[in-house]
């Protein structure tokens, strides 16, 4: 079995080094780039498994850098995860506004981000089990291939977006609270903030609604969460 990949795209080479050292121990092909174009072009090459990604870098900052590896047809199921020193809840919702995974906030541990960096893999492992087509009001999710559908055209998700997607359409009408939609996309045990969910949810709105399909499909529970939409005709009986 080969190592899984990771790229480190961070200006600060002491940082580079301790993460390079500590993966390189645990297991990992660790690949590195200490600019942002640099680490643009290697994400690009390479296609690694994982990117960790600074935000503040010399040259394309690390924003940039997320929103062209999801836009990008290699590049946009590569799991991203920042690693920056901006702590402020607002940074962290653009950063998943912009596609990230997930988010680190330095000085941060060394095994939890490795834990985080487990959790990312193998929500894009798709073992193969019962279920792994689903469709519903023209959505059509394929596990195996890691594909989404809206009436026939192939849409673009985040892992996490995938994952969120999944996890409401297996059971549509029921109303998940955020905690509920946070383990099932992002990982039990995961520190993330519930307005994360939020963020996540309006991302995949916005992309349901642009492939054909309609914004309200999810539908907001007040002082609950959010359903994705049943069968109107179904429920008009």
């Not at 092909?29 to 600074?54: C, F, M």
């Not at 596609?99 to 941060?108: I, Q």
């Not at 009001?137 to 999944?166: A, C, M, Q």
Request: proline share 4%.
């Amino acid at each position: 079995m080969s190592q899984p990949r990771i790229l480190i795209v961070e200006d600060e080479r002491g940082l580079v080094q301790s993460l390079t050292w500590y993966f390189n121990r645990e297991g990992y092909e660790t690949h590195s780039a200490n600019e942002g174009n640099e680490g643009l072009r290697k994400a690009q090459t390479l296609i690694p498994d994982v990117v960790l990604l600074d935000i503040m870098l010399p040259g394309l900052d690390g924003l940039s850098i997320c929103r062209e590896l999801r836009a990008g047809d290699r590049t946009k199921q590569i799991p991203i995860i920042l690693i920056t020193a901006k702590s402020e809840e607002t940074d962290q919702l653009v950063g998943y506004n912009m596609g990230a995974d997930d988010y680190v906030t330095k000085p941060f541990s060394n095994k939890v981000l490795l834990q985080k960096i487990k959790v990312l893999l193998r929500r894009v492992e798709s073992p193969v089990e019962t279920g792994d087509l689903i469709e519903h009001l023209g959505i059509r999710i394929d596990r195996i291939r890691h594909r989404v559908t809206v009436h026939n055209d192939e849409i673009s998700l985040t892992p996490t977006e995938f994952k969120l997607l999944e996890c409401m359409l297996r059971q549509p009408g029921r109303a998940f609270n955020r905690h509920q939609l946070m383990d099932a996309a992002i990982g039990e045990g995961q520190i993330v903030l519930e307005r994360t969910i939020d963020v996540h949810v309006k991302t995949l709105r916005k992309k349901l609604d642009d492939a054909g399909g309609t914004t309200d499909m999810i539908e907001t529970v007040r002082g609950v969460g959010y359903r994705f939409q049943e069968d109107p005709s179904v429920v008009a009986e």
